[in-house]
């Protein structure tokens, strides 16, 4: 799976279209494959960039997609082209939708408490097929108790919303616990369990949810800086080719 990859700044984007990824998604499903899955936008490039550990954490995962147009535009210009975007929230809706129409179980990890709890009613709802095994918020100072539980019910997939790196770190470190496709899906549960609406149809389509994101959220404009100094490197890297 690490043979097709796309060096961007030093991480290392797999290269295939969302349907080839669902595609591989189902058979690991299954066949109770355990994968990591990350998916670095720019911001994210960058922090890996300043940490080894990290950087390393991030190429041996399973999965490395591209979350953010700014990838995509940066693997363009550096002339080594990768299909599409695809997002985090989207894959956490597609392994979803998956869970449910093979009956199988899913464990929710972080967020707000009652982002946590709305995102396991949804689960409830609206997709009965699902074996909801568990669920936590992100506000816990024990590991143990957490990869305790998760080591007893052996969920098929665990999402983990602990905000980056921290719940790659996590997950790099106890994956083992449980053969499940686990993947660090950041804020994704905000806008699954209604609690923040995302980004118009119109928008994702222009490759626009960074600026409704920036316009619904204003502090992130600092979080947004990362991407002009993420397209710098990605000149200076196209000059020394």
Request: charged share 25%.
């Amino acid at each position: 799976m690490h043979k097709n990859r796309v060096n961007i700044l030093g991480t290392e984007f797999d290269n295939f279209t969302e349907k080839q990824f669902h595609h591989y998604l189902d058979d690991d499903l299954d066949i109770k494959a355990n994968k990591f899955i990350v998916t670095p936008n720019p911001e994210i490039v960058l922090s890996a960039r300043k940490d080894n550990n990290f950087s390393q954490i991030i190429n041996n995962a399973d999965y490395v997609i591209p979350d953010g147009i700014g990838i995509i535009k940066g693997a363009k210009s550096l002339g080594t082209p990768i299909p599409e975007r695809i997002t985090g929230f989207d894959t956490l809706k597609y392994l979803i939708e998956a869970a449910n129409r093979k009956q199988l179980k899913v464990y929710l990890l972080g967020a707000k408490p009652e982002v946590i709890q709305a995102s396991a009613e949804k689960i409830k709802n609206d997709y009965p097929q699902i074996d909801l095994v568990g669920f936590h918020d992100g506000y816990f100072k024990d590991d143990s108790i957490i990869v305790q539980e998760i080591s007893e019910k052996q969920p098929n997939v665990v999402l983990v919303a602990l905000g980056s790196p921290k719940q790659e770190i996590f997950i790099n470190k106890y994956r083992k616990s449980a053969d499940a496709i686990w993947i660090g899906v950041g804020g994704s549960f905000d806008v699954f369990s209604g609690t923040k609406k995302r980004a118009p149809i119109i928008m994702q389509k222009l490759n626009l949810e960074w600026l409704y994101r920036l316009f619904k959220e204003p502090t992130r404009i600092g979080r947004m800086l990362a991407i002009p100094k993420y397209m710098n490197l990605i000149n200076k890297e196209k000059k020394n080719k």
